[in-house]
């Protein structure tokens, strides 16, 4: 069995798409949980970050295994169980007012819904208010933030802000992500969290989620 995970993290350093996803598939049924899969895709992911800081891998190369990653994340999410014990935290994701930057944040929904979150894909230019709505009418346990611009970080502040005065901030937990913001900048607006990519926003979420007294599924 465990020629399938070596098979999966093998094919995202290759960038190999259809070995990630046939060695996802064979996993599954093999009785591996999409939480060990996805732990073992994010160590590979991990390794082609330090290939690429290395200047082993090039742009190219990161390009090719973030592609296999999506493929993996793809078999995840057609083949994952449902009816398992345990309630699915739900997470709302978006970017936010003024930012119309959307990649980062959709790697962020693939791989939150690769790890059976529950997710609701807010889109991007999302004004507080939206944010607001998720938690209140849609029952969103955790708000995640991203921004790609130092210009629109504001509205991180104005979200955290609102949340407050909604009386919903204490039943959320707020992570937020983008290349502007760091986790100073996170502590500094009331954020729980900070992650700085779509890789470690699932171990974010989930560490963030541990109080909330929910069990997870995955």
Known sequence: MIMFVERIYTGI????QKTVEAGVLLALAAGFTST??????????SEVRRLYEKNVY???????????????LAALK?????????????????????????????????????????????????????????????GAQVIAMSAL??????????????????????QVRVIIGGAPVNDAFAREIGADGYAPDASRAVSLVRGVTRDLGHGLRG
């Open 78 to 138: 057609h083949k994952r169980k449902r009816g398992q014990p345990g309630r699915v935290m739900c997470v709302a994701v978006g970017s936010v007012k003024g930012d119309l930057h959307d990649i980062g944040k959709n790697l962020v929904v693939m791989m939150l819904e690769g790890a059976d979150f529950d997710v609701i894909d807010l889109g991007a230019d999302v004004p507080p208010e939206k944010f607001v709505a998720v938690v209140r009418d849609q």
């Open 58 to 72: 090039s742009v190219p190369e990161m390009m090719l295994a973030s592609r296999a990653m999506r493929a993996g």
């Open 149 to 170: 611009l130092t210009t629109t970080m504001s509205g991180m502040k104005a979200t955290v802000m609102a949340l407050e005065a909604a009386g919903l901030r204490q």
């Open 36 to 45: 060990q899969l996805l732990d073992d895709m994010l160590a590979a992911m």
């Open 13 to 16: 350093i290759e960038g190999d």
